[in-house]
Structure formats: structure tokens, C-alpha cells
């Protein structure tokens, strides 16, 4: 059963601590993406990775590391220096980082940090 | 950097009628996606535009790319409680995919 898989689907933490999300895609997709949603905000892009041991910065990158040492996991770390973490979190794959390629979600992570 | 706006933000929609959600870049896209993402649920993708001024249809759903690939519509007929939802599109520019803020769809049985 191929697909993209985030755990935990919620996720607590205390203000000042860092928290890793995983990210596992058995799709064979060069190319992953971390995305955060907030209420009318949309999709946000944080990271994306389209080889392995390479990942370049998205749009809202300060506070958050990501590492790509897999094809198959892009997992990213929710430093305490991101100042307001509460969010829904996405992963995505895509063939490649081509024009014409589509993005796969996963479920995401909705995390709170108290 | 690129930006694609999305109108209305949010709609209310009896069951029945027909409505319409714009997604507009002040560039020219190389082409354009549109996703839904059901309430508590991740986006999954719809259809993806190519060319100038096409026009796709899944059911009830029409999607088109304006003749300028600056602009696209999403149109849907006899809306149904299943259409309830968020609708993105997502336009390529140079190189990164980015998305709009959505359009919020309440349907009203």
C-alpha cells in the first residue's frame, strides 16, 4: 500500500523544547516537501528536498532544521527558536521537482506547543 | 516571490446551486493545479493545467486556464454536501510550486 505516512497525527509539547515530525513516503519520489497551515494562511512552504542529502530553504524556514539522509524520510525538527509552532503540518512527495509533477500529502501532524 | 491569489476566501453554497472559485497570479504561470482538502483531511490533487485557454472537466467540476496562463477558474454544478471543502490551486512561475490561500466551501443542505 504505497503512500506518504506522518506520525504522530497529534503531537504536544512544551513551549522551548524541539520536536522532530517524521515524514515517510514509499513512493519512490526523488523530491519531498514540508508545508505549515494555519487558519487562511494556506499551505506555507518550509523546506523541500529533491535529492537526497541536499534540501534547500521554502518561505518561512527560520526555526525549523530538516535532514534528507533517505530517499524515503524527510523528517523535520521544530526548533524552540520558531516563535509560534502551534500549527498543522504537511509532508508532500512528488515524482521529481519537475514543472508538471503533482504533490502527494501526507496526513499531517497537527502540533501544539503548550 | 510568487504569489497566487485566490477569491472568494470563503463561500456558502446551497446544495443544488452552482459556484465558481478564481485563482489569479500577477505572473505568467507555467501551468496550474488544483487541490481539495476535505475538513480534518490533507490535500489531494484534481487536475493539473497545461495550455493556454484549456478547458478540463471531471463530472460536475470545470477547470480552465485563462488564454494569458495568468489566471484559473473552478466551476462546479449542482453542488453536493461531498463538495464541502477547501479548494487550492497552485501555480509554477519559475520554479517552485506556490499556493493559494484557498477558497473555504460551506454547503448548505
Known amino acids: 500500500d504505497g503512500g506518504i505516512t506522518q506520525s504522530p497525527k497529534y503531537l504536544f509539547r512544551k513551549e522551548g523544547q524541539n520536536v522532530t515530525l517524521s515524514c515517510e513516503q514509499n513512493?519512490?519520489?526523488?523530491?519531498m516537501y514540508w508545508y505549515r497551515q494555519d487558519p487562511g494562511q494556506g499551505l506555507r512552504l518550509i523546506y523541500y528536498?529533491?535529492?537526497?542529502?541536499?534540501?534547500q530553504k521554502g518561505d518561512i524556514a527560520e526555526g525549523y532544521s530538516v535532514s534528507r539522509e533517505k530517499k524515503e524520510s524527510f523528517p523535520l525538527t521544530v526548533t524552540s527558536a520558531q516563535k509560534n509552532p502551534t500549527a498543522f503540518y504537511l509532508c508532500?512527495?512528488?515524482?521529481?521537482?519537475?514543472?508538471?509533477?503533482?504533490?502527494?500529502f501526507g496526513p499531517g501532524t497537527r502540533l501544539t506547543v503548550l | 516571490g510568487q504569489q497566487v491569489m485566490q477569491i472568494p476566501q470563503y463561500q456558502h453554497v446551497q446544495e443544488g446551486e452552482d459556484f465558481t472559485t478564481y485563482c489569479n497570479s500577477s505572473?505568467?504561470?507555467?501551468?496550474i493545479q488544483w487541490y481539495k482538502q476535505r475538513p480534518g483531511g490533507h490535500p489531494v490533487f484534481l487536475i493539473q493545467?497545461?495550455?493556454?485557454?484549456e478547458v478540463k472537466k471531471q463530472k460536475r467540476l470545470t477547470f480552465q486556464f485563462g488564454e494569458a496562463k495568468k489566471n484559473s477558474s473552478l466551476h462546479i454544478t449542482a453542488t453536493q454536501t461531498t463538495d464541502v471543502g477547501t479548494y487550492f490551486c497552485?501555480?509554477?512561475?519559475?520554479?517552485?510550486?506556490?499556493f493559494g490561500k484557498g477558497n473555504q466551501v460551506v454547503v448548505i443542505p
Open positions: 528536498s529533491q535529492i537526497v542529502n541536499d534540501f
Open positions: 508532500a512527495s512528488s515524482i521529481g521537482g519537475g514543472a508538471t509533477d503533482t504533490q502527494y
Open positions: 497552485a501555480g509554477r512561475g519559475n520554479n517552485r510550486l506556490a
Open positions: 493545467l497545461v495550455k493556454s485557454g
Open positions: 513512493l519512490n519520489h526523488d523530491a
Open positions: 505572473t505568467t504561470l507555467s501551468n
